[in-house]
Every structure is written in C-alpha cells, then in structure tokens.
C-alpha cells in the first residue's frame, strides 16, 4: 500500500479524534457536524478498502464488535468503594467534624465537589495511552468485562491526548459514570414505544441496560456518555490532590463534570449543594446529590476507608422523591434476631421511576407517632436505593374507615411469647427455633457478603426449612442429592449446581464466616476487624470481655453480644458442624507476612527519611493497623519532627512512642 495512504488514514484519525474531544469534553467543535461526517466518512471508506490499516483504536471502531457469548469477569486493582451517604446539614457537618478530627486539624479542610450523576458506575484502563479494558463496578471488586460496549461509547477517547504538561502514563485506571442525557432518554424511549419495545423506566435503567448488551451494535445505538470522577492504579503519575485529578484526567483527553468545584471549608460545600439543588431540573442530566471529597490525597490516605466506602468521601444526596398512594395493610415480619417488624403494603405507586408496593414502618413507635391506620392515604418517600418509608398520614383523605394498628403480644409466624426489652425499640419473638428466624438466619448465611451460595435464592431457603431439610445453615453442608430433587422446581441438574454452590462456599475468609454467622451487631465491617485482631476462629471464640473491649471500634454492645453468642451451646455445636464438614474459612496466618497483626500505629509529626504515606504501607504490608488518632487501644504512636497533640495524648495514656529507627526496627 502507498505510503501517503496510511499517511492519509492517520491524518483522518487524529482530526477526528481531535475533533470528538473539542465536541465532547470540551463542548467547543471548531468544525461543523457535516464536515465531521465527511471526514468519518472518507476513514470509514479508505479502512473499507485497505483493510489492514484498521487500528483497534480508530475512530470508526466505534459502530460496535462482533456479538460476545457472555462477559468475562475481571477484577479491579484496586476495589470500587461505594459512597456513604448523608441527607441533611448536620449530617454533613458531622462528616467534616470526623474527618477533622481524625486528621487533627483545626482548620478548615479543602474539598471538592461535584454533581452526583445518578447513572452506573465503570472503570476504564488505559496502557500506555491506549484504552484495553472497560469494565463495570460489580460488586466492587470484581465486575464485568464491557470493552467492546464502552469503545462505542464517543465521549471515551480510545487513546489518551499527549499534552504538554502531562506525559502519557504507562498505566492509568480511570473511574466513571455512565449515563445518558435526560432529552436523549425521552427520545430513545419514544422510539422504542414506535417499534413496540418496552419503554425504559429511568435514564439509569436504560444506561445500565445498554451497558449489559451482548451485542455491541445494539450499545453503538444507544446515546451514551461518561463523566470521570477519579482513578484506581496509576503508574507512571502522580497527583497530590482530587482537584488535580480531575485536572489531569481532562488534560488527557477524559470528560469531567465542568460543574466540578473546590471547597474551602464544610460551609462552602454546603452552598455549592443548594446552589447545584437549585439548578437540578434545568440540568441536562439527572444528578441525585453531590459528592463531597477531601481534596488533598495525603490526608485521605490518612483517613482510610472502611469495609466498603473510604473515609473521606460523602454523597450529599438530595431531598427525596415524595408520592402518595393507598396503605392497604400493614403486615408483621419476624427478622434473623427474632425483631418484629411492621411492613406496609401498598397501592403500587411510581416514585421516581421505581414502583414501590411496600414501604418500612420502622416499629410501634413510629407508627403510634405518626397514627398510621391501615386504609389511610400516605405520603411516601425513596431517597436512592435506600427503602422506601411512610413520611405521614395525608389527614385530609381519611374517612373514617380506617383501622388503628396492634402490634401482636404473640409471634405472627410461631406463636409464642413477644418481649419487648428495655431501651429497645423493637418486640422480639424469643423461641430461637421460630421458623421465621431459622429462615432469616440461613439466608443471611448464604447471601452475598456473607459465604455467597450461589442458587440459594430466599425461596429455596423458605421452602427447605418448610419442608424440615435444614434446620440451621449448619445442615446446609450435609443436604443429600436426592431429598433436594423432591423440591419445587429443582431438576437434577439445579441440585447438582445448589450443591456445588455449597462445596465452593467453604473455602471462605474467616471474616465473611464470622459476618456470616449473624451474630447481633457483627456487620461486615466489625466482623472485618475481629478477623484481623483474632486471626482464629478458635481465638475469637475463647476470647473474653476484657480482651475484645480492647479492640479499636469494639464497644460494650458488640464484646457482649459476641461473649453470649460463643456462649450458646447450640452455636457452637452448629461452628463445630460446619467445620468438621471442611468448611475452611482461611486465616491470615501470624508469620513471617504478618507480624504487626492486631497492632495499631498513629503517626504524627515529619519522619526524618520516609514520608508518612511509606510508612503506613510498610506497616499495612506487615498486617498492622494506622488510624488517625491517639486512644488506649493504640499499640504505638510514631513521632517525628513537628508532631503536634498526638505525641501529648500518647504521653497521657501510656501509649508506647516511637522515633523512626524504633519504628524500622520494629519493621525489620
Ligand atoms: O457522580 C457520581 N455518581 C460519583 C460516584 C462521583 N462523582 N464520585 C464518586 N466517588 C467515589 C469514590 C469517592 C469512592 C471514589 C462516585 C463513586 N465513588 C461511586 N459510584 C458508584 C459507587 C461509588
């Protein structure tokens, strides 16, 4: 081939990839959409010609790939956390106060904002300026491989602008959201009615929908776009603050909200949300809040994270999205730890895009509170992906019809006695063998979070406990093939996928086995640090009051639900069961890899030859712990120059204080 035909090709390629980041992330064309159209043209015709000059990341790639048989499951690098919420001022300054407090400043912290785009969540990569996976959030750490549909997706440049100020990195993993505008949702839907297709039922649905087609000619049809709010791995650049990635990402050719704006201090984020809440109907897109980041990277590494959400973060979220709709009745549920709790079933009502036919009533309280009587006319709200719950009675509709609520003296589900316990807001039906509970226990024990049986849905579980197959999750590990085929809709071949399902749950971490187990207030990430503290399962079930008191963010409640359920004869036969049945939930072992395991490192002050961010990677590396403050549970403070009320507070409780060769002999 003539050489000024390649030449021809590449010059075609870099206009239009020119041309669709001045349209799309800088939303400045220089040229008109007919002349782009030209130009895709002319590239379309010669690659149709020569087809060995196509290049994975031509623009002309973007018409879609060959249909895939299913998506790969990829990793992320580094987990997706997800954001925590708040819903009102306080919340919001009770947010800034801990991250303050964490960091020990006294001034105002610097944060960026940013519209919160109510779409789907997706994590680009792009190696040495070339984008080779797309893939979605999943569960966080791992999702799924959706390459071909996001290369059709314009505003995602298939290859990184080399600008001046910024090098190409030899890795970038940048995170996103998806969506699609709110006029080109009611478009796309009015098609889809003229063809006979059901109609998407919100611009989030219809995103996610299309990001999920095996057919990436379908996704090239579908009028997505992507706003970046941050990265995962990066080789090859650094940045000292969120404002700067942002920055940065838009440099490299990314599109980023141009709404994005940094905050000195909690009150300017609070402005910058009433004014975003102000413009949210003459948006182009729906946004469910804002985002509010500490800017500077040094000090979110000083705050951490959580099991799921980083420390540093909170979504703002907007005032929910209210409907009214008829109570018909008000039904009682018996949850894992025996709670009874009022559900309302409702007319079903669209609110906000989402039909809800049930909605929380919380407890008696609440519903004596606000005299809601089953025939009444409520007023309902959903704030995201939240419940939604009964905000109050429209007072005006009543009729006189209406039937005043009881809560029941006896258990709806096994009849027996109900107590309501002090201080406690809920009644609790205390036969621990209540089929509700058993129910709710193993489902619990099978969900996701916990030792994830595939293809046990909650029905299943009911209708075994109902059938008398398994009366703890226990006798999950000792189900026989035959008794499960008896079952509604379980075909041979379900049964031997149900039992597969099981013998791939045991091999399991030791804190999703400790989560699993249901003990009352060991969430997710509770049972994540009795793990880490413990390493056994043996340990944490000899431990005592005084020993787990002693961990960092166990409190009274916690060491004594803990104490009483490793108490239980009848759990620790069910443990004893469980593992004689090879369940393993894997230890970190105490060895050579983790010798700081369970100890706890507050720095402060400069360091003489390593930065604080090396250090607390050296510490994590070796198993240990670094918080952002001084309490009796610390295990050492590490002072350096400058270091401030921490190093006082630690001479006050006793804390041990290192300098940094006490610290690198620690790590050596
Ligand atoms: O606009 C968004 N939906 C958005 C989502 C945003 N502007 N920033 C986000 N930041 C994060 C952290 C702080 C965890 C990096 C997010 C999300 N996460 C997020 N989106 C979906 C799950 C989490």
């Not at 905050?263 to 949210?280: L, M, P, Q, T, V």
């Not at 500490?294 to 973060?313: C, H, M, N």
Request: aromatic share 6%; proline share 4%; net charge negative.
């Amino acid at each position: 081939m003539e050489q000024v035909i390649k030449e021809r090709a590449a010059y075609l390629r870099k206009a239009l990839n020119r041309h669709n980041y001045l349209y799309y992330v800088l939303d400045e064309p220089e040229v008109s959409d007919a002349e782009y159209d030209r130009i895709m043209r002319e590239l379309v015709d010669l690659e149709g010609k020569y087809p060995e000059l196509i290049t994975p990341d031509s623009p002309t790639r973007r018409v879609g790939a060959p249909p895939l048989e299913k998506f790969e499951s990829v990793p992320h690098t580094i987990p997706m956390l997800s954001l925590e919420n708040g819903f009102n001022e306080e919340e919001i300054r009770a947010f800034d106060q801990r991250v303050k407090k964490l960091l020990e400043e006294d001034a105002r912290v610097t944060y960026t904002a940013e519209p919160k785009m109510d779409g789907t969540a997706v994590e680009l990569i792009y190696e040495n300026g070339q984008l080779v996976r797309a893939s979605t959030r999943g569960d966080g750490f791992t999702g799924e491989d959706i390459t071909a549909n996001v290369r059709t997706i314009r505003t995602v440049p298939l290859t990184l602008l080399a600008d001046s100020s910024l090098s190409i990195p030899e890795r970038l993993e940048v995170r996103g959201e998806v969506f699609i505008a709110l006029d080109a949702f009611k478009e796309f839907n009015k098609e889809r009615l003229e063809k006979g297709e059901p109609p998407f039922a919100n611009p989030r649905n219809a995103a996610a929908g299309s990001l999920r087609q095996l057919n990436s000619k379908i996704t090239a049809q579908r009028p997505l776009e992507m706003f970046c709010y941050g990265i995962g791995a990066v080789e090859g650049l650094s940045f000292d603050t969120h404002w700067d990635i942002l920055n940065g990402l838009k440099f490299l050719g990314l599109r980023v909200n141009p709404l994005v704006h940094r905050c000195k201090g909690i009150e300017s984020a609070i402005e910058y949300y009433k004014d975003i809440e102000s413009k949210r109907h003459r948006l182009a897109y729906e946004v469910d809040g804002v985002v509010i980041k500490v800017d500077d990277i040094e000090f979110q590494k000083t705050l951490g994270e959580k099991s799921r959400s980083p420390r540093w973060a909170i979504a703002y979220k907007f005032r929910p999205t209210q409907e009214t709709t008829r109570l018909v009745k008000i039904e009682v549920q018996v949850g894992r730890t025996g709670a009874l709790t009022p559900v309302a079933h409702l007319e079903p009502v669209s609110v906000g895009g989402v039909v809800v036919s049930r909605a929380t009533l919380h407890n008696e309280d609440e519903i004596a509170k606000k005299d809601i009587r089953e025939g009444d006319t409520v007023l309902i709200q959903r704030a995201g992906d939240v419940i939604p719950e009964v905000v109050k009675v429209v007072l005006s509709k009543r009729t006189g019809q209406e039937i005043v609520f009881k809560m029941p003296d006896t258990c709806p589900v096994c009849g027996s006695e109900v107590v309501r316990l002090e201080g406690e807001a809920a009644r609790r039906c205390i036969n621990a063998g209540c089929t509700a509970q058993i129910k709710e226990r193993i489902k619990h024990f099978a969900s996701k979070d916990a030792l994830d049986i595939d293809g046990l849905g909650d029905k299943l579980v009911e209708q075994m406990v109902e059938k008398g197959l398994i009366k703890s999750y226990a006798d999950l590990f000792t189900l026989k093939r035959d008794r499960l085929i008896g079952l509604e809709r379980m075909a041979e071949k379900s049964a031997d996928n149900l039992l597969a399902a099981i013998e791939n749950s045991k091999r399991t971490t030791i804190s999703r086995f400790i989560y699993a187990l249901g003990i009352r207030y060991v969430g997710e990430h509770i049972a994540k640090v009795l793990a880490e503290r413990f390493v056994s399962l043996e340990r944490l079930m000899e431990t005592g009051e005084e020993e787990l008191l002693d961990v960092e963010e166990v409190g009274p409640q916690v060491s004594k639900s803990v104490i009483a359920f490793f108490k239980n004869i009848e759990n620790r036969q069910n443990i004893d069961r469980i593992l004689s049945c090879g369940v393993i939930p894997e230890t970190k072992a105490v060895g050579k890899e983790h010798p700081l395991a369970g100890k706890t490192f507050v720095l402060t002050g400069t360091l003489p030859s390593i930065t604080r961010a090396e250090a607390k990677a050296k510490i994590e590396g070796l198993g240990g712990k670094v918080t952002g403050s001084v309490s009796s549970k610390t295990s050492y403070v590490v002072a350096g120059e400058n270091p401030g009320s921490k190093l006082d507070k630690a001479g006050s409780l006793g804390v041990e204080i290192l300098d940094e060769e006490g610290l690198k002999k620690l790590l050596s």
